[in-house]
T-cell receptor, first 114, second 114 residues
Framework: EAQVTQNPRYLITVTGKKLTVTCSQN?????MSWYRQDPGLGLRQIYY???????DKGDVPEGYKVSRKEKRNFPLILESPSPNQTSLYFC?????????????FGEGSRLTVL | AQSVTQLGSHVSVSEGALVLLRCNYS??????LFWYVQYPNQGLQLLLK??????LVKGINGFEAEFKKSETSFHLTKPSAHMSDAAEYFC????????????FGGGTRVLVKP
């Protein structure tokens, strides 16, 4: 089954404790992206990757890091989480960057930073 | 820069009534337009998309949307609401010249009353 898998789905952590949210897709997609969803703001792009070893900032990259060492994986790293990073995070992928096709989303990772 | 405005963060409809969700965009050139749906505790799924072919686009689950360039709108409709339509709906826009990066509206949550 074609899917984007995120882990963990739920996480409560404390300010400053580094964490990583993993994302993996099994569709051989070149393009992957991270979004955060906050009430009334819709989804805002954090980082994206057009292919292995190619990443770039989205609209709200501050406080986040990413890496793309393998095509299937695109982890999101919070080096020193703060309460304003409490949010619902989605990983998504599509065939390639300029593709107008469907963006496939994971089920989301709800993060609470105390 | 492109942006998307969804009028109404919450919409309540009776089962069997018309569903109308409004989306207006701003873009200096004709964009591509999308509607995504998010069911509770799930990621987003593509409902339909407009990519400069027919202006009336039919999607899954009986939804359709019409691109009106003169009104810069892409409203989503369904003639008869079903309880299973209760979800959050997101309008999104992308431009080919901007690498087809998706910009999302703030979302509209639909409540269906029996």
């Amino acid at each position: 089954e074609a899917q984007v898998t995120q882990n963990p789905r739920y996480l409560i952590t404390v300010t400053g404790k580094k964490l990583t949210v993993t994302c993996s897709q099994n569709m051989n997609h070149e393009y992957m992206s991270w979004y955060r969803q906050d009430p009334g703001l819709g989804l805002r792009q954090i980082y994206y990757s057009m292919n292995v070893e190619v990443t770039d900032k989205g609209d709200v990259p501050e406080g986040y890091k990413v890496s793309r060492k393998e095509k299937r994986n695109f982890p999101l790293i919070l080096e020193s989480p703060s309460p304003n990073q409490t949010s619902l995070y989605f990983c998504a992928s599509k065939f390639r960057d300029r593709d107008t096709g469907e963006l496939f989303f994971g089920e989301g990772s709800r993060l609470t930073v105390l | 820069a492109q942006s998307v405005t969804q009028l109404g963060s919450h919409v309540s409809v009776s089962e069997g009534a018309l569903v109308l969700l409004r989306c207006n965009y701003s873009s200096s050139v004709p964009p591509y337009l999308f509607w995504y749906v998010q069911y509770p505790n799930q990621g987003l799924q593509l409902l339909l998309k407009y990519t400069s072919a027919a202006t009336l686009v039919k999607g899954i689950n009986g939804f359709e949307a019409e691109f009106k360039k003169s009104e810069t709108s892409f409203h989503l409709t369904k003639p008869s609401a079903h309880m299973s339509d209760a979800a959050e709906y997101f309008c999104a826009v992308s431009r080919p010249a901007a690498g087809n990066k998706l910009t999302f509206g703030g979302g509209t949550r639909v409540l269906v009353k029996p």
